[in-house]
């Protein structure tokens, strides 16, 4: 079973860029998908992107100026998240898949079996 901690939210003006990162416990960590998802208030859980050993997925919204990495040696997956904007406010989460995926397929909330405790984006304009 893998167990997620997500770091590096904060508030910031539009236009800035801030890097999230979530590490991850367990053996079995370069094996997984893992995914970004984030939940505006009042909102559903969104996808934003995800990473596994062969692709990388983006959300419409965000492509071009978020980037999903990982380094499997630290256990860890990276959001960078650049041009940030009001509507990129929201909570997120880093979730933990087992099963691999590509594009759309990556979108599933319920291929996540794990999820962080998310932290908090609020990007002001």
């Known amino acids: 079973q893998v167990q997620l901690v997500e770091t590096g939210g904060g508030l910031v003006q539009a236009g800035s860029s801030l890097r999230l990162s979530c590490a991850a416990s367990g053996r079995t960590f370069s094996s997984y998908t893992m995914g970004w998802f984030r939940q505006a208030a009042g909102k559903e859980r969104e996808f934003v992107s995800a990473?596994?050993?062969?692709?990388?997925s983006y959300a419409d919204s965000v492509r071009g100026r978020f980037t999903i990495s990982r380094d499997n040696a630290k256990n860890t997956v990276y959001l960078q998240m650049n041009s940030l904007k009001p509507e990129d406010t929201a909570v997120y989460y880093c979730?933990?898949?087992?099963?691999?995926?590509?594009?759309?397929?990556?979108?599933?909330?319920?291929?996540?079996?794990?999820w962080g405790q998310g932290t908090q984006v609020t990007v002001s304009s």
């Open positions: 990473i596994n050993w062969a692709t990388t």
């Open positions: 979730g933990a898949s087992p099963q691999f995926c590509s594009g759309h397929g990556c979108y599933d909330f319920s291929l996540y079996d794990t």
